[in-house]
Every structure is written in structure tokens, then in C-alpha cells.
């Protein structure tokens, strides 16, 4: 894994998530494959892998380069400018 000025940025304490699923998903009826926590925010996002990508859309409208898996016994991060784990 790679260091990228993103993860520099990031707040000192992890924020809290601000939902347990990505809302977006059930709000157009859909199900995440897996959920991925905004480290920025807190915004709970499904991954690219579920049909809507909305971690993905989360970043694009407001630049929050750096992410986590939130899927219990994973804990890999994901810089979107960079594309690398961190």
C-alpha cells in the first residue's frame, strides 16, 4: 500500500457513519453489494461492484478523495484521485 496527501488531510479521528446501509440504494429500491464509509464525512456509499456505485458518486460531487470498506473483518482504504489502496 501507498501514502497519498489525501490520507494527510484526513480528520484526526475517523467520523461517525452516518447510516448503517447506503440510503441512496433503498431510496431507488436497490441493494448494495458492498458498503464503503466516506473517511471525510461519514456518508455510506455501496461500491462499484452494486448497480449505482454510489460511493463512487459521492467522491464525484464532492471531491472526498479518501474511503474505507465498511464490510465487517476488512480494513483496506481507497484514494479515488490517486486510484491506490492506502
Do not use: K, N, Y
Not at 28 to 52: I, M, T
Not at 55 to 60: I, L, M, P, Y
Not at 68 to 74: A, I, L, N, S, Y
Request: proline share 7%.
Amino acid at each position: 500500500m501507498s501514502e497519498c496527501t489525501h490520507v494527510a488531510e484526513l480528520p484526526r479521528a475517523e467520523p461517525a457513519p452516518l447510516s448503517t446501509t447506503c440510503l441512496e440504494c433503498l431510496a431507488v429500491g436497490s441493494h448494495p453489494v458492498q458498503l464503503r464509509l466516506c473517511l471525510v464525512c461519514g456518508h455510506v456509499g455501496c461500491c462499484d461492484s452494486s448497480p449505482f456505485r454510489h460511493a463512487t458518486g459521492h467522491f464525484e460531487e464532492t471531491g472526498h478523495a479518501v474511503m474505507r470498506t465498511f464490510e465487517p473483518g476488512d480494513s483496506w482504504r481507497w484514494c479515488f484521485v490517486d486510484q491506490i489502496l492506502v
